[in-house]
């Protein structure tokens, strides 16, 4: 019995405090570039929901390396997902002894690296990066109302 070479490498980061809205949004930036690409943004932009998903994409990385023995640039983020986790749920005080709930909630990040050096369909793996604009608008056409005979037509 012949053993299946495993060609992709996860790191998984539970019960990070960060809403999943926000790291998804960094999430599909990153997905489909190759690993010194999504280190390059990752640096770059702006949010607080970076630095736990750059930590993630180096551990995958470095997951790939040790196990696969595989060189990081070869290195294709094939799978990026956000779950939402547990909330943390709190009070605080308030004026005339109420209180307030608190709610923090909390995400699971999943990052998959595949070595495109072992797996011949690069271009499968490329076309997992979504197209940055789609043609969301069509055009309308609007009629003059006194050219249609409409309501204020007057002759």
């Known amino acids: 019995m012949r053993k299946k070479k495993k060609i992709e490498v996860y790191a998984l980061g539970r019960h990070i405090s960060l809403s999943a809205d926000k790291a998804r949004r960094v999430i599909d930036q990153i997905r489909g570039c190759s690993y010194e690409e999504t280190l390059m943004i990752l640096e770059l932009m702006p949010y607080r929901a970076c ?12 997951n790939a390396s040790y196990n696969m023995g595989s060189n990081e640039p070869n ?4 799978k990026a997902e956000v779950n939402e986790g547990t909330t943390v749920k ?3 005080p308030r004026a005339r002894g109420r209180s307030y709930p608190i709610k923090r909630p909390t995400c699971h990040i999943t990052i998959g690296v595949k070595d495109i050096s072992l797996h011949d ?13 789609k043609n969301k608008y069509t055009t309308m056409v609007y009629h003059d109302m006194y050219s249609i005979g409409g309501v204020w037509d007057k002759k």
Request: aromatic share 22%; charged share 25%; no cysteine.
């Open 75 to 78: 290195l294709v983020i094939s």
């Open 90 to 92: 709190k009070f605080k």
């Open 121 to 133: 369909e690069y271009e499968q793996i490329y076309s997992l990066k979504k197209p940055r604009w």
């Open 51 to 62: 630095y736990p998903i750059f930590k993630l994409v180096y551990s995958a990385a470095a």
